[in-house]
């Protein structure tokens, strides 16, 4: 095993841009420790079989909505990933909109910002949906007015994000609230990246922009404990405003000689470990923890920023809300500093539209910052004279 991951980036050194999301030693350890305590038991038999598993779950699903700002009508679900928690909350809404009298059946479409995840793509090619992108305003935050004039009669869901992948900004989401309030359309809340660190931003005193609950249109939440809440993967949650949805998510089946079988997951099996893990990350961290968390995060990002910005020909594309950034260039090409960067033992990763390096920082890009900096400014003039051929992993747009 330790042979076959000799090549593995450097993770631990803040050499990845994604993938991996620590807070600090003892957080990991903990996290951990909690998860191999529960190492055989079963997340599908938390209700029947595995109490003390379905005691954490409900326990953690609990803070989150308080977290969130949730009415007592909420109710949440502990999923693996975003990717699930996300197509959860659409298929709900696509029987919540299925469920109106004389509403059509086929034909149905989901409008959302072009920076929307990938998520809402999968979940389209399953329930057969038509994607309706958004255009960005200058601050590549979503054009609400554009969003609103593609919605129509099968329109099932508008999606927002907390903050969007590839700029690290959270869209406009008091005012897509007011738009769905006014539609009586469904608005989701992509907050797989910030919904367990952005509520610590704010009480730290960071505008990060309403986006949660406490927004009358807010009618689902996706919100990952694996990414900022630091938590072992795979770790996700999905809120609703109100119980009827999260029962409209589950699934049933009730044709097999075993009788019913319903889930609240897509998934059947699911490791008890990751919920024993993320009870006992939020636990161990506590509010303080988390506003400490969400105060090194911004003070850290506000540095690479400001380190970025001070290299010649190097531009934000936007102003992060978070921890992710995203730079450019109207002089370099940034594929070849990418290409540099690889060479200097960075993993890199690029977005397309506009072209730009891309980081999700994590407190694991903290300590080598400076060296960061260093490598992207030697990189920036090493590629501004090399026209070699690129590295195929260097040019790659992951998300």
Not at 41 to 53: D, K, P, T, V, Y
Not at 123 to 144: F, G, K, T, Y
Not at 366 to 379: G, N
Request: hydrophobic share 45%.
């Amino acid at each position: 095993m330790a042979q076959y991951s000799e090549n593995d980036v450097a993770w631990r050194d803040g050499r990845s841009p994604l993938f991996v999301f620590k807070n600090d030693v003892q957080t990991e350890e903990i996290g951990r420790k909690a998860f191999f305590e529960y190492f055989n038991e079963n997340g599908l038999g938390g209700a029947r079989a595995f109490h003390g598993i379905g005691r954490m779950e409900r326990e953690v699903l609990a803070y989150g909505l308080d977290l969130l700002n949730a009415p007592e009508t909420g109710a949440g679900v502990f999923t693996p990933g975003g990717s699930e928690s996300i197509f959860i909350a659409i298929k709900a809404a696509r029987d919540a909109f299925r469920a109106r009298e004389d509403a059509p059946r086929w034909g149905l479409n989901i409008v959302m910002p072009d920076t929307a995840h990938a998520a809402f793509d999968k979940a389209a090619q399953v329930m057969d949906l038509e994607i309706r992108r958004a255009p960005l305003r200058p601050d590549m935050r979503v054009d609400v007015a554009a969003l609103g004039a593609l919605i129509d009669d099968h329109t099932i869901l508008i999606a927002g994000s907390a903050p969007c992948y590839p700029h690290g900004v959270v869209d406009p989401i008091e005012a897509l609230s007011d738009l769905a309030v006014t539609q009586g359309v469904w608005l989701h809340v992509d907050a797989c990246v910030g919904g367990w660190i952005l509520p610590f931003f704010r009480m730290n005193g960071r505008d990060v922009g309403a986006f949660d609950f406490a927004l009358p249109g807010v009618r689902s939440i996706s919100a990952d404990l694996h990414k900022f809440g630091f938590c072992p993967k795979p770790a996700s949650t999905v809120f609703f405003r109100h119980i009827d949805d999260q029962e409209r998510a589950k699934f049933v089946a009730d044709a097999w000689p075993s009788g019913v079988f319903r889930t609240a997951t897509l998934a059947g099996t699911r490791p008890a470990g990751a919920v024993a893990g993320a009870w006992a990350v939020l636990n161990h961290l506590g509010l303080e923890g988390y506003k400490l968390a969400a105060d090194r995060l911004a003070k850290m990002t506000d540095a690479y920023v400001s380190d970025i910005e001070a290299i010649e020909g190097l531009t934000m594309w936007s102003k992060p809300d978070m921890s992710l950034i995203n730079f450019g260039s109207h002089t370099h090409d940034m594929a070849r500093v990418a290409a540099q960067m690889t060479e200097r033992g960075w993993l890199t990763t690029l977005t397309r539209r506009p072209v730009g390096l891309h980081i999700m920082m994590s407190l694991l890009h903290e300590e080598p910052r400076q060296k960061y900096i260093s490598d992207l400014a030697a990189s920036v003039q090493a590629s501004a004279s090399n026209a070699k051929t690129l590295d195929a992993q260097a040019t790659s747009y992951a998300g």
